[in-house]
């Protein structure tokens, strides 16, 4: 059972334009929600965060929007860049219930 | 800045062998968790552990599975016979609060491979 879902396993942007990484998830009672940055033979490192009483949260070039109503959160980097290249995985909670991940995507940021 | 430690980084035992992961949570850290990601998979929760007590657990985490603080800085996860579909990474985390707006700190993982 798949609560969190991310259905895009891979996306390649240019450097400097707008990268988009989607997930939708199905557990209503869902109430927090993050997303994870991995660089390979690393753990994955927290980088921003969206409580769902809000629908916006932005942090310098790193923006989480949270559509409630569809069950869908997308992280924006904006502008891109090759550092930024790694895995993203999305990961939800329900109160202080352990965090649910996605699958991840694979960004590639070309330089 | 503080980080979570992971020992071994990359594991290989037979199958039917007992695994122990080593995992050094930062030190002011109440709450402990285990992950684990089967190469192309979602990162899976499998338990977490807090006041020297399994607080939760994922059905993923059955009897071959135990977890421990036994000095009050390592936590372990043991294996206890070893499957080959136990070959994946596995993610040590901790975390200051239960809350989740703290986030989890990971560590790098350790790649358990069973052959």
């Known amino acids: 059972d798949q609560q969190v879902k991310q259905n895009s396993p891979s996306l390649s942007v240019q450097e400097g334009r707008i990268s988009i990484l989607n997930c939708d998830y199905t557990?209503?009672?869902?109430?927090?929600f993050l997303w994870y940055k991995k660089y390979p033979a690393e753990g994955p490192t927290f980088l921003i965060s969206?409580?769902?009483?809000?629908d916006k949260n932005e942090d310098g070039r790193f923006t989480v929007f949270l559509n409630k109503s569809a069950k869908h959160l997308s992280l924006h980097i904006v502008p891109s860049q090759p550092g930024d290249s790694a895995v993203y995985f999305c990961?939800?909670?329900?109160?202080?219930?352990?965090?649910?991940f996605g699958k991840g995507t694979r960004l590639s940021v070309i330089a | 800045e503080p980080e979570v430690t992971q020992t071994p980084s990359h594991q290989v035992t037979q199958m039917g062998q007992e695994v122990i992961l080593r995992c050094v949570p930062i030190?002011?850290?109440?709450?402990f968790y285990w992950y684990r990601q089967i190469l192309g998979q979602k990162v899976e929760f499998l338990v977490s552990?807090?006041?020297?007590?399994?607080?939760?657990k994922s059905e993923i985490f059955d009897d071959q599975f135990s977890v421990e603080r036994p000095d009050g800085s390592n936590f372990t996860l043991k294996i206890r016979s070893t499957k080959l579909e136990d070959s994946a990474m596995y993610f040590c985390?901790?975390?200051?609060?239960?809350?989740?707006?703290?986030?989890?700190?990971f560590g790098s993982g350790t790649r358990l491979t069973v052959v």
């Open positions: 985390a901790s975390s200051e609060w239960a809350g989740k707006n703290y986030g989890y700190t």
């Open positions: 557990n209503s009672m869902f109430d927090y």
């Open positions: 969206i409580s769902s009483i809000k």
């Open positions: 990961a939800a909670s329900a109160g202080n219930t352990p965090l649910v």
């Open positions: 030190s002011n850290h109440l709450y």
């Open positions: 552990f807090y006041n020297n007590e399994i607080s939760e």
